[in-house]
């Protein structure tokens, strides 16, 4: 099956804690089924300190979150959108919007 979300996508949390946020993909990891995104899903992590430029404390990262939870916004139309398949004439198979049809990629 092929990816809906993609590196740099701007999407949308539809369920969990950030539920409504927006933020832009930074990395998808496909073997998880789960992306990190921009300021989406932050956790507390407690670090050691490793020496002197690198002192211990807790530092607020991202933590991956699940495809399923992520909808892309349409460029177009601005939405939420749920995200269909299209072939090209050339071939080329790109995803569209199905809200207002207009093609993503
Ligand atoms: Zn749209």
Known sequence: MAAKIKRNDQVQV??????GRRGQVRQVLPSDGR????????VKKHKRSTGPQQPGGII?????????????I???????A???F??????RKVR??????????
């Open 14 to 19: 539809m369920a969990g804690k950030d539920r």
């Open 60 to 72: 607020e990262m991202e933590a991956p979150i699940s495809l399923a939870n992520l909808a892309v």
């Open 82 to 84: 749920r995200l269909g």
């Open 35 to 42: 992306a990190l995104v921009t300021g989406i899903n932050m």
């Open 74 to 80: 349409c460029a177009s139309c601005g939405a939420a």
């Open 86 to 91: 299209r072939m090209l004439e050339d071939g």
């Open 96 to 105: 569209f919007c199905k809200k207002c049809n207009e093609a993503i990629d």
